[in-house]
């Protein structure tokens, strides 16, 4: 399961962003608390709906990601130097980062300075960095007492980190930055948050125009009216579409969200189907038909043979496998097979 943490200034409006994500469900303490709250999010897709209608199984599974959301971000300088990098354990760990943005005016809820996103990102991005650059400064303190004993096994992770150090102090992201396999790797065991990708939420309200500033290079960005969309996942079901047809909005806030994480991340869907189970399962673009089953489970990758291939809209099409199969659309594939978004799946493996 994919994770993504949630971060974000207080009143920006981030625990509201993982109501909206949570569907109304609730999950966590007023924006304030300094501590973590975690939600498991089920994708919503229709294909996975349609599939369930065509085979009516005794159960249906959508894909899921979890988010964090993190009360790291935002607490004093004083706190943060005596809490050092463990302040942002919650989200370290985590595929990507989802920075909550303020960029509406609301008087009972007073921010510092006023109400201006550029500065809010900026400060944020500060705070990833200099989080950053106190790990690599600890890390770089430890290699250097090795390497003063005589210890030279630590020489290039010691010039890997010196390069590191020379960026962050430049206030320049890591995910800016072109890393070798083997310096990616390094960082891997970092866990530094700059390099992770980033979706920054910039979170209005109905009256305001602005343009919101671009996040920079290897980011993407999306407008959110927290605050309406939390409004509406409080309706009943069946009374949001024409709610969100009144007031003009195209695309309800979860699907805006999750769509933006998928693209993120570089994520697709794939499925398995059958009378017992339909089920969604998430890739990464580009990850073969070996990689789909080790993620089914460890034994259909370690035995794989084949995987048997069709595309969910033909197999929608066909009505079923076999007249799919009559059509010459279900298809053998191997194990470099690139799996596309909206395969299913049936893995033919040695037990």
Not at 247 to 275: H, K, M, Q
Request: glycine residues 8%.
């Amino acid at each position: 399961m994919k994770r993504v943490g949630i971060l974000g200034l207080p009143r920006s409006g981030k625990t509201t962003v993982l109501e909206i994500l949570m569907q109304g469900a609730g999950s966590g303490a007023p924006g304030g608390a300094a501590r973590d709250h975690v939600g498991v999010v089920r994708v919503p897709d229709e294909r996975v709906d349609r599939l369930s209608a065509l085979y009516q199984p005794k159960k249906t599974t959508y894909a899921q990601i979890q988010f964090v959301d993190s009360a790291a971000a935002g607490h004093t300088s004083a706190r943060a130097a005596a809490k050092g990098p463990d302040l942002f354990s919650g989200v370290r760990t985590s595929d990507a980062l989802l920075l909550v943005v303020r960029d509406f005016e609301n008087p009972a809820v007073p921010i510092e300075g006023g109400v201006d996103p550029a500065r809010d990102l900026r400060n944020l991005q500060a705070e990833l960095i200099l989080n950053d650059l106190a790990i690599v400064e600890t890390r770089i303190e430890r290699i250097g007492k090795e390497l003063r004993v005589g210890k030279k096994q630590g020489e290039r992770e010691h010039a890997v980190l010196e390069r590191l150090r020379g960026l962050l102090e430049a206030e320049r992201p890591l995910r800016e930055e072109a890393f070798d396999a083997e310096e990616q790797k390094l960082l891997r065991g970092f866990q530094v948050l700059s390099l992770k990708p980033l979706l920054v939420v910039y979170n209005q309200d109905e009256r305001s125009t602005r343009v919101p500033p671009e996040p920079g290079a290897q980011a993407l960005a999306l407008v959110l009216r927290a605050h309406l969309e939390r409004e509406i996942v409080a309706l009943p079901p069946e009374e949001r579409p024409a709610f969100r047809a009144e007031l003009g909005l195209a695309e309800d806030g979860l699907s805006l969200l999750i769509r933006a994480c998928y693209r993120l991340l570089g994520l697709v869907s794939f499925f398995t189907v059958g009378p017992d189970e339909v089920r969604a399962w998430t890739l990464r673009q580009g990850e073969n038909a070996v990689d789909a089953a080790g993620e089914i489970h460890t034994d259909l990758a370690h035995g794989f043979i084949r995987a048997e291939v069709v595309a969910c809209d033909r197999l929608l099409e066909a009505g079923s496998e076999a007249k799919a199969r009559e059509r010459a659309w279900l298809r053998l594939e191997g194990r470099d097979y690139q799996v596309q978004d909206g395969d299913c799946l049936e893995i033919r493996f040695n037990k």
